[in-house]
């Protein structure tokens, strides 16, 4: 495994141009590694055009600043795409652009878009295989990349919880923490602060979600209930994994309208079935017990309710609740 550490790194040598890449509706994992991937380069190759690329987050933009392209020279850029497995899913990239390309994710494969793939579906967060990225080449850890890749890993583990956080996660963040000794609790505040707004509309979220029999909570919520708590269709993502251990829940739905995009958007969890199979069925995708979709009108909503409703009593059948 190390061997394709040591190519990336080689192959970012070459090129004078690089561009870092990552999924649309960014979390601080795919941030986090953006932007700690972008300082590791300009610290040891001062000379090279590093842009971090993408959509700002107002929510996490105290984790940087995102950088805009003006012109790509194919042949001297390297673009680098991190924490996605869809082409359609990569944030302001037309890769026609690109001649040279790398992937580093820890999703499932979906479209293979390089020879130069970094895939470790066996890794908590993308940010951890930039922190194997930076002990395989020896480079040199500054505090704010540790404080980026720190964000990283706590947010997609959801603070050590979820699986595939190993004995290995916790190997290298004790080591990243040990050279660094970064304040990391002061970085709970600016992740985790949020408006009492949201925090009402988890009230209502908890007070109106339906729970079928075989153990699916789901809760239609459209852009005039949004409205009405004030918060925007990223508030549903904030909340879903609040519902992970309820005793008479196995797989939650929210399904959050985003009348701009004309789509309905699902979040959609487990923790037991594995959801990413009829997630992808839906034209969405995503790990095993955190999946996701964006779907076209409220009769997909109501047919994944019926689907992921079918596979939870099916896997009930072979488990006692
Ligand atoms: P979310 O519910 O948006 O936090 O997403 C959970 C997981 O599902 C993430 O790993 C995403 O990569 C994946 N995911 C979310 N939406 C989609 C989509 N429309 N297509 C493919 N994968 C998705």
Redesign the pocket.
């Known amino acids: 495994m190390s061997n394709i550490y040591k190519k990336i790194y080689k192959e970012i040598k070459k090129y004078p141009n690089i561009v870092i890449a990552r999924?649309i509706?960014p979390d601080p994992d795919a941030l986090g590694s953006q932007f700690a991937l972008k300082e590791l380069i300009k610290n040891k190759f001062p000379k090279k055009n590093v842009y971090a690329i993408g959509a700002t987050s107002s929510r996490f933009k105290f984790m940087g600043i995102l950088d805009k392209i003006e012109e790509i020279n194919k042949e001297n850029t390297l673009l680098i795409v991190l924490d996605t497995p869809?082409i359609k899913?990569i944030d302001s990239v037309d890769l026609e652009q690109y001649s040279h390309i790398i992937k580093i994710d820890h999703?499932p494969l979906v479209d293979k878009i390089s020879t130069i793939e970094l895939i470790d579906e066996t890794a908590s967060s993308t940010g951890q295989l930039i922190l194997e990225f930076i002990y395989v080449n020896h480079l040199t850890l500054t505090d704010s990349i540790a404080k980026n890749i720190y964000m990283a890993i706590i947010s997609d583990t959801g603070r050590f919880m979820h699986d595939y956080t190993t004995n290995r996660t916790f190997e290298l963040i004790t080591k990243m923490l040990k050279k660094t000794n970064i304040d990391f609790t002061s970085l709970y505040e600016p992740l985790y602060m949020r408006p009492l707004s949201e925090i009402r509309f988890q009230g209502y979220i908890f007070e109106n979600m339906e729970v079928t029999e075989s153990g699916v909570a789901y809760i239609k919520i459209t852009e005039d209930l949004l409205k009405k708590f004030g918060v925007d269709s990223a508030s549903s993502?904030n909340i879903?994994s609040e519902l992970k251990f309820v005793n008479e829940i196995l797989v939650w739905i929210f399904l959050t309208e985003d009348k701009k995009n004309n789509i309905i958007r699902a979040?959609i969890r487990s923790r037991g079935p594995v959801i990413n199979e009829i997630a992808t069925s839906y034209g969405?995708?995503?790990?095993k017990y955190?999946?996701?979709?964006?779907l076209n009108n409220w009769q997909q909503a109501d047919s994944l309710i019926v689907d992921l409703d079918e596979l939870t009593e099916e896997y009930t059948k072979g488990h006692v609740k």
Do not use: E
């Open positions: 999924h509706g869809n899913r999703h993502g879903i979040n969405g995708g995503g790990h955190a999946s996701g979709a964006r």
